[in-house]
Structures are given as C-alpha cells and as structure tokens.
C-alpha cells in the first residue's frame, strides 16, 4: 500500500519511474504468493498450497522453474498425477531454455533440491511412475537421472548432490527391476548401490540416504535376512520424518497421522521380515499389536498387506475360516480406492500384489465349500483389475443422465485426491476420514445415476442368483480363474452352481504351444495340445454340459484360446456346442439392458489406406461386397473413406458395424490398442481403447474382421480388456473378433456364410454353423477357429 501511494502522490513522476513502482508491487506480490505457498507447503497443507498455486497459474501464462518446482513437489504430495507429469513436461522446457538454477531459499531451505535442476524432473517421473505401476517408465527416468548427475554444478557436487541422487536412482532401478521381475538386472543394480561411494561432505547424511536406499531394495527383492540383519530401517521413523517434511514440515501438522505415515512403515517392515523368514509366531505377535491399534487402519497401503498377511498366517495355522475374514477385510480396503497406486513403493519397497488377497480369498472358501461366494470374489478380483486397468481415463461416456454422471465423476476424483496426501482417503472401511466418506457417499450416487460408468471406476459384481436369473435355461455358464498355476472353473446353471480345482501345472505353455502349432497349416500338430487342453479344461466339467450352448468366460491367457477348437479325440467341441464369450459375468446385466439397433442398416469400413502397401488387404474388399450382399442397404467406404472421422461422427447410426481391416494390440499398454483406419487432420486413424470409452454407440453386432484384434497379452491377473470390451461398453451387444491374422480368402467366405446364416438364426449359432461350414472345406483350425462371439448371443 505504502508502494503504491508513493508511486501516485506525485504527478509528475516520469513514466520510467511508475514502471518502476510497478514492477516493485509485480515483485513483491509475487513474493507475499510465494511466501504464501511456503507457508503451506510447511505446515502440510498440501490442498491449499495447490489452491495457490493453481490461482497464480492462471494469473500469467509463463511460470518460472522455481514455481515450477513447488507445483511439481504439491502433485507428487498429493498424488495428482496427471497434472504432475503435465508440470514436470513444463519443467524440463524450462530447463532446456536455461531456466535451470533455483534459489536456495525456495521453502525456507536447501535441503530439498540441488540448485541446479536438470536431474530433478527425470527423478521425480521416476518416483511417480513406480508409484503408479509404470515400471519400464521408472527405469528410463532413473537412468537419465543418474546420467544428469555428472552435469551437476561445482556446488552442487561439493554440496554431495551428485552422489545424493545416483543413489536414490539406484535405489529406484533395483525396485522397478524387482518389481517387474527382471531380478538379475535388479541385483546388478544393487550391486552398484552397494559400491556407491558417499562423498565427503554431509557425508553422515549421504550414508544414512545409502542405508536407507539399501533398505528399501533388500525388501523389494525379498531378501528378508538382509532386512533384519542391516541396520537400513534401525532409524525409520526418524528418517522418515526427514524424508515425508523434507526437514520444514512440523510433525504436529500430521500428528494424527504420524503412526500411520511414520511409525507403521518401519514396524511392518520388520513383522514382514520375520514372517518372510519363518519367524511366524513373532510375525503373528506383532500384526496383532498393529491391528489393535486404530491409527493403523489411516495407512491403506499397508493395512490391506496386514490383513493379508495374517490371513496367511491364518491358513498356516489351519484356521480357514479365520483366514477368510482377515481377506475379507484386506480386500474391502483395497477396494475402497478407485486405483492401485503403490505408495509405499517409494517409501519403504513394498509393492503388494492385490490379486494375489482375491486369489487366496477364492482358494479358501473353495476349501470350504463356499462355491457362489469364490465365484462372487472371482467376479470382484475381474473387476479389480478392469479398474485398475482404467484408472488413468476420466473420459467415460454415459448412456444417461451423462451430466450427472460426469459431475460425479468429478467429484469422486476430487474426494480421492484429497485423501491421498497422507494415503488412502478410505482406507478405514469402518470409520473412514470426511474424505473416504464422501467418496462412498459419491460412489454409491455414481452407481444409481450410471451403474455401467459405475463398474469402470469401482468393484462391482453380481449376486450368484442374479447371474443364474439371467442365464438361459438351454445356456450353461462356464467360468476360469486362474492365478500362477492354480487355476479353478465354475459351471453356473439355473438352479447349480458348480466348482472345481484345475491342473495348472504347464498351462500357459500348453496354450502357447497350441496357438504356434494352429498357425502351421498343412500339418496335424495342433491336435495333440488341442486333446491336451480339452482333457485338462473340458473333461472335468463335462458331464454338467447338457446343453449345447455355452457361455465361456476365460482368464488371463485362456482369453486367446480357441475353445471351439479343443478335441477330444474324436470330434471339436464346437461340433457339439454352439460358444459364446464373456468378459466378466457382470456384464450381463448391461448387455441385456439395451434394446436392438436403431436401424438395420450395416456399415463396413474395408482396407483403409494406412499409407503402406504393406497393409494393404487383397480380399478386404471382396468382404465387404459379400457382406453388403447379404445385408441390403450397406454401406461401403474404402481406402481414403474410411476414416477414423467418419465412424466417430456416424457410426451411431448403423446397427450392425464391419471392420476388414489391421488391428493392433500393445502388450504393455492394451487400452491404447485399437483397430487401424485412415487419418485425416481430425483423427491420427487409431480408434484406441480409450476413445472407445467416451464414444456413444448403438450397435446390435460389431464384427473385427482384423488381424489379431481379439489377441494381447497382460501382466499376471489382468483380463483381457481391449477393443472387445470397449465396444461393449461403448454401446454393442456383440463383437466377433480373431484371435490371430486369418487367410484373406476364407474369412471372407466365413464372413459371407455367417452374415447368411444370421438371417435365421442367433450370431452364436449362425457364427458355430459358418464355422463348420468353413471346416468342410478348409479341416485345419487356422482357417475357421480364430473367431469368436463375445456378448449376447440373441
């Protein structure tokens, strides 16, 4: 104020002086905002610092690295992750333009960065993507990391900055190796952790770092022994406090979550060990100890891998019913959150496999003869993963009351963000925080407004009776679960629900075996693992397959096995069975929700022009011809016409919908997968996964006549989501898709038939007759056994 009556009591100043004054009120309220955010940053108060900062963001549109900085550090607090790596993409511009030294003073203190930043942004992409399960990605970050230390400056290095943060890249290259089961390289990188020199300087704090690094890639590694034998985790607590308030932070800011973040950490580290290493009684003792305690329960991440453990410890002890209610509780935390964020990865190197709670839930209560619950939490460990798998991706379309259910959307996302700054927002089920209440409160809205968006976002399942209710009375439900090499099937009919404990011993590579063998045509070498996997999948169940249509709902790696195939010695199974796919029971009840097709009309998107010759397909062409044949009134758009633009904008409008063209399926990213169309300035001509989620359709039958668009590969306990159910969702109640790339010629004369049949029949039994009828012509599975219906048959 004083400024500002200076600068205008005088008339005459000149105008080089008003500038001045102005500049001077520019500065120093940029100062009182960073003072401010300092402010906040030291008391924790994570939430109104992004407030601030977030406000001086768009009063001007250029943010200097030192703003920058404290965007990035508030993300990474809050676990905001996409508007973390948006800043941190900022950051390394600014930095590539010489907006690289920072002050010393930025927080009140010069322990949390070095002043020269080039190695920052890639430490924290580091930390953040193995916090969110992107492993290759934290490798790749901790590597340039580590390589930007020699440019460090002279003070830096002096100040130990450099051995600081190979250390912590090191640190982070064991775990994300570890992690992703890449050991040898994970211990090779420990091995240069260990070797890593300390410096002179604060060389007491450097080394305590190095114990600590040490620390967390022992545990991440299992090995337990080193664990307790070092003194890496002696002074968690006090280090932690180091760490989680960067030396600024008050603990009487956090006091109510101080066990939880502070002190539970370095117990439950030490109770892991003992148990890893066969000193259960201690183990048990001391996870008793824990559980008592109600500020345990403020910790998600850790208090699910409690009640897992103790379930273990449960099954050890022959208690089967205790075991079961110690997951029970383990698996309502874990499914209190939208997303599976490894908190305590960074932390203490602790990432807990979450299937793993669903998987020894199922193995249980099978034990005990409790088959329509395994069956629900089958249903519920699929649902797991979906989520998990979309967690990234706000961009749903809702078929009603889209407003509504986009708000809340929102709204959930705004409730976990908030209660993730000290961990998960409901972690206690019983009495969760304002924050996990909402989110509940959220949730349960979410799934009334809109209970398919509902399913994409949380776990939900279906009861065993209403899933029988839905099945029809000639159709027996068939379905696989499978974690490692323990594998089980369940048989629902209308009034039975059936399990059974499968052989799993080889399975995946029985199934590989297979798909390499189908693929060779001219020879009989597929028949051998085909009667291998219908003795080891079929023949168990197969007196409970009365009725001659099935429903198979396959996991994992059975999601890219013909079953129509399978033999059992003298015929295929699909010579008795007419089969339709499933990606997860639940669906049902969305499937059946829809009502036909708008209009009868067909559109068929043939051989686009990708820009290589290479790609081109010979009989794509004939396809659609044949197609539009059987199905009057198609149309037909070719090469440069079928774009990518065009299905998006009127591909609503045709009730059935034919693809002849290449699809693509990423292995390490399936939702970015798609089918191949041609590009134009709107659209890059990858209709992804993604895009399918937010794209509004009405189609009765979706048909992928595409090279392997029904074909990816998944980590351990994933499903299968790719461009089928995305489809589903997006409003089809059926797709048939290949599994691998087809001969030109016959698909085109299977397309023909099946298009026929389905004048007068269902698609399952149309698709079952067109197949034999291929069968007849071509014997070999190559050319009639890729494709396969997934949603509702009728």
Not at 118 to 124: Q, Y
Not at 148 to 154: D, G, N, P, Q, V
Not at 382 to 390: I, M, P, Y
Not at 669 to 686: I, K
Request: charge should be neutral; include cysteine.
């Amino acid at each position: 104020m004083f400024l500002k009556q200076a600068c205008y009591k005088n008339n005459n100043l000149s105008v080089t002086a008003i500038k001045l004054c102005l500049f001077l009120i520019l500065l120093i309220g940029s100062g009182c905002a960073h003072m401010t955010t300092d402010k906040y940053l030291t008391q924790g108060q994570y939430t109104e610092a992004e407030k601030t900062l977030d406000k001086s963001s768009r009063e001007g549109s250029y943010l200097k690295s030192e703003d920058l900085i404290r965007k990035c550090y508030v993300y990474s607090k809050l676990k905001i992750y996409n508007k973390l790596f948006e800043s941190l993409k900022q950051l390394e511009q600014n930095i590539a333009n010489g907006d690289k030294i920072i002050s010393s003073s930025l927080f009140n203190t010069s322990q949390i960065f070095p002043s020269e930043i080039t190695a920052v942004p890639h430490l924290m992409k580091a930390e953040a993507f193995l916090e969110t399960g992107n492993y290759p990605g934290a490798i790749a970050s901790a590597q340039e990391a580590y390589r930007l230390t020699e440019s460090m400056s002279a003070g830096d290095k002096i100040n130990n900055w450099d051995n600081r943060y190979r250390i912590r890249s090191l640190g982070i290259l064991v775990m994300a190796n570890a992690f992703s089961g890449n050991r040898e390289q994970a211990l090779t990188y420990l091995n240069d952790l260990e070797n890593q020199s300390i410096g002179y300087f604060s060389g007491y704090l450097v080394n305590k770092e190095k114990k600590y690094e040490l620390g967390k890639a022992y545990m991440s590694l299992g090995m337990y022994e080193k664990v307790l034998n070092s003194s890496s985790f002696g002074d968690l607590a006090s280090h932690f406090a180091d760490l989680f308030t960067l030396g600024i932070l008050k603990i009487d800011a956090i006091k109510n979550k101080a066990f939880g973040y502070i002190e539970l950490p370095k117990e439950f580290v030490r109770y892991k060990a003992l148990f890893e290493t066969g000193k259960v009684a201690e183990a048990k003792k001391g996870y008793d100890m824990l559980l008592q305690n109600p500020a345990t329960a403020t910790n998600g991440e850790i208090y699910w891998a409690i009640l897992y453990d103790r379930g273990r410890i449960a099954l050890k002890e022959n208690d089967t019913k205790g075991a079961v209610e110690f997951f029970k509780k383990a698996i309502e935390v874990i499914e209190a959150q939208r997303s599976t964020i490894h908190t305590e990865a960074s932390k203490i190197g602790f990432v807990g496999d979450k299937q793993e709670v669903y998987h020894q839930m199922i193995a249980a209560l099978y034990q005990l003869g409790r088959y329509p619950q395994a069956f629900e939490y089958v249903e519920r460990s699929k649902s797991r993963a979906l989520v998990d798998l979309l967690a990234s991706n706000d961009r749903f379309a809702a078929k009603k009351a889209w407003e509504q259910a986009r708000s809340l959307l929102k709204q959930l996302r705004q409730a976990e963000a908030e209660g993730v700054v000290l961990g998960a927002a409901a972690a206690n089920v019983e009495k969760p925080g304002p924050a996990g209440t909402r989110a509940i409160q959220i949730q349960a809205a979410l799934k009334s407004e809109a209970p398919e968006l509902a399913s994409l976002v949380s776990v939900t399942s279906m009861a065993v009776p209403e899933v029988q209710s839905r099945i029809g009375g000639a159709e027996t439900l068939i379905e696989y679960y499978y974690l490692g090499e323990d594998p089980y099937v369940f048989v629902l009919r209308r009034n039975q629900v059936w399990a059974r404990r499968l052989d799993g011993v080889g399975l995946a590579r029985e199934v590989e075996s297979f798909r390499r063998a189908v693929k060779v045509r001219g020879t009989i070498d597929y028949l051998s693992p085909a009667q291998a996997l219908y003795r080891r999948l079929i023949s168990p169940i197969e007196r409970l397959l009365e009725s001659d249509r099935l429903v198979i709902i396959p996991h994992g790696i059975l999601h890219y096995l013909p079953f129509a195939a399978l033999h059992d010695g003298r015929r295929y199974l699909i010579d008795r069975h007419s089969i339709s796919y499933l990606p997860s029971a639940s669906v049902i009840k969305f499937l059946a929700a829809r009502g036909p097709g708008k209009s009868p009309r067909a559109l068929v998107l043939a051989n686009p022009d990708l820009g290589n010759p290479a790609y081109d397909l010979s009989f794509a062409e004939e396809e659609a011809k044949a197609v539009a044949e059987t199905l009057p009134g198609t149309e037909i758009l070719l090469r440069g016409q079928a774009t990518e633009t065009y299905f998006k904008e009127f591909g609503r409008q045709y009730s059935y919908l034919h693809f002849a063209t290449h699809g693509t399926f990423q292995s390490d990213s399936p939702v970015n997968s798609g089918v191949l169309l041609t590009r134009d300035e709107n659209n890059d001509g990858l209709l992804n996964v993604y895009e399918l989620y937010n794209i509004p359709l009405d189609a009765d039958l979706v048909t992928l006549s595409a090279c392997e668009t029904g074909l990816g590969k998944l980590n351990p306990g994933d499903d299968v989501v790719g461009l089928t159910r995305g489809f589903l969702y997006a409003g089809c109640r059926s797709i048939v898709a290949s599994l691998w790339q087809v001969d030109d010629q016959a698909t085109a004369r299977l397309m023909a038939t099946f298009y026929s049949k389905l004048q007068h029949s269902d698609k399952r039994e149309a698709l079952r007759m067109a197949q034999v009828a291929i069968k007849g012509v071509y014997p070999h599975p190559y050319y009639w056994a890729a494709f396969k219906l997934t949603g509702t048959p009728r």
